[in-house]
């Protein structure tokens, strides 16, 4: 069983979006229940993280690669490497937590000076074992080299 979300490094959180209600209308006012405040959400059935928190949404099947989807994907891992290292309490997101979320998270990884196999095992120690079960997302960050 997996948790909620797990703290991959100080900050930077890994999920899925099936607890990802954030929010709670009691009489007049919001109660925030996610403490999170920049999230990158990779699954189109997610719900909005709602007020007070920046969200990217940027949708895509728990599939293959293709160049088009690395090279967005670029974007994504900048914006969450910006939020993160300003300081910001940052949770990627996808279904369950296990793949796209995983290969997002590994990439900010790399990006802070990780190696490919380091970024995934890392990942598995503080999400699980079954993380990274797609091949293409496995082997893309196993042979991905930190541009440092």
Do not use: H
Not at 22 to 31: A, L, Q, T
Not at 65 to 85: H, I, S, T
Not at 99 to 120: D, K, P
Request: charged content about 20%; glycine content about 10%; aromatic content about 10%.
């Amino acid at each position: 069983m997996y948790e909620e979300n797990s703290e991959i490094l100080p900050g930077l959180w890994q999920g899925g979006s099936e607890y990802s209600i954030d929010e709670e209308i009691m009489g007049n006012r919001v109660v925030i229940k996610k403490p999170f405040a920049s999230v990158v959400t990779l699954n189109e059935d997610a719900p909005k993280m709602g007020l007070y928190v920046k969200e990217l949404r940027f949708e895509f099947p728990d599939g293959p690669l293709n160049d088009y989807l690395l090279e967005q994907l670029g974007g994504v891992v900048n914006w969450a490497n910006r939020e993160w290292k300003s300081g910001s309490r940052t949770l990627i997101r996808c279904q369950m937590g296990l793949n796209r979320s995983s290969l997002v998270t590994g990439l900010v990884l790399i990006n802070n000076g990780y190696s490919g196999t380091q970024a995934v095992d890392w990942i598995r120690a503080k999400r699980g074992p079954s993380t990274l079960q797609n091949a293409a997302y496995l082997n893309y960050l196993l042979n991905t080299v930190a541009k440092n």
